[in-house]
């Protein structure tokens, strides 16, 4: 008897190509996608905190889209595109972008605080600086 490729015996007319692993392969579009589920009415939230008026126009302004798209957004009638994904990651940071996240990874949601942390110092110094020059102009007069 010769040595089989496959312990499970020959591959038959009729059956599919097992994969390397012989367990069967995931489709795609599946929903496990391991934390990646973004929520964009979270990201319309967040927006809405960061401009209590006229949020979708400041929205626009910062990304360089269309008002009219980012209405939508806002109403729920569509959510931004993959091609805005960058540019929200530039613009409001990785805590913005995870935390519309339904399930982050672990990983994310540490880089997610350190990247809150290191805005809120940078904030933080940008205030100390005001209130040094303020300081010495009090001290100067």
Same mark, same amino acid.
Request: contains cysteine.
């Given at each position: 008897?010769?040595?089989? &490729?496959?312990?499970?015996?020959?591959?038959?007319?009729?059956?599919?190509?097992?994969?390397?692993? %012989? #367990?069967?392969?995931?489709?795609?579009?599946?929903?496990?996608?391991? $934390?990646?589920?973004?929520?964009?009415?979270?990201?319309? +939230?967040?927006?809405? +905190? &960061? @401009?209590?008026?006229?949020?979708?126009?400041? !929205?626009?302004? =910062?990304? $360089?889209?269309?008002? %009219?798209?980012?209405? #939508?957004?806002?109403?729920? /009638?569509? #959510?931004?595109?993959? +091609?805005?994904?960058?540019?929200?990651?530039? %613009? @409001?940071?990785?805590?913005?972008?995870? $935390?519309?996240?339904?399930?982050?990874?672990? @990983? &994310? =949601?540490? *880089?997610?605080? +350190?990247?809150? #942390?290191?805005? *809120? *110092?940078?904030?933080?110094?940008?205030?100390? !600086?005001?209130?040094? /020059?303020?300081?010495?102009?009090?001290? $100067?007069?």
């Amino acid at each position: 008897m010769t040595a089989s &490729l496959f312990p499970t015996g020959p591959i038959g007319p009729s059956s599919s190509m097992p994969t390397a692993s %012989r #367990k069967t392969m995931r489709k795609s579009g599946c929903d496990d996608t391991q $934390g990646w589920v973004i929520k964009p009415h979270r990201w319309v +939230e967040q927006w809405r +905190e &960061l @401009y209590p008026s006229k949020a979708a126009q400041c !929205v626009a302004t =910062d990304l $360089g889209a269309p008002l %009219r798209t980012v209405e #939508k957004w806002f109403s729920g /009638e569509s #959510k931004p595109s993959f +091609e805005y994904w960058g540019p929200i990651l530039n %613009r @409001y940071g990785l805590a913005f972008v995870v $935390g519309a996240m339904s399930a982050p990874l672990p @990983y &994310l =949601d540490d *880089l997610a605080r +350190e990247d809150r #942390k290191r805005r *809120l *110092l940078a904030e933080r110094q940008a205030i100390d !600086v005001m209130l040094a /020059e303020d300081w010495q102009r009090r001290v $100067g007069s």
